[in-house]
């Protein structure tokens, strides 16, 4: 088998055992906050595409204003990786902060027993 293939299969797996670990009221609570995960979709897949057809079509950002050439590729890679980076932080520490607040639980390694 490819290491590719097989990357997927673990990956796969990996989700696959920790949804099933999940309980029925962590499933519901997860599906109730439904308009977290449609920020976080929307600027995903729709807020910075939009963005980086803004910015490379009025070149905002000089020299990097159209795909011409690898370096330019490469260089708005690493532009909206980073700004994506750091709205997805923003989410997170709202997130956790409402969580904070209303008593809830954390990632994974925060959890005390109750």
Do not use: C, N
């Not at 299969?9 to 989700?15: D, S, T």
């Amino acid at each position: 088998m490819h290491a590719e293939l097989l990357t997927k299969i673990g990956i796969a797996l990996i989700f696959f055992l920790h949804g099933v670990a999940l309980s029925f009221g962590a499933l519901k609570a997860g599906t109730l906050r439904w308009p977290l995960h449609l920020v976080v979709q929307l600027s995903t897949f729709l807020l910075f595409p939009l963005l980086g057809l803004l910015l490379m079509r009025g070149a905002f950002v000089p020299g990097v204003s159209a795909l011409d050439s690898d370096a330019q590729i490469i260089s708005w890679a690493i532009v909206f990786g980073y700004a994506q980076q750091l709205f997805t932080r923003l989410v997170d520490d709202q997130a956790t902060s409402v969580l904070e607040q209303v008593g809830g639980r954390g990632a994974a390694g925060d959890r005390t027993p109750a």
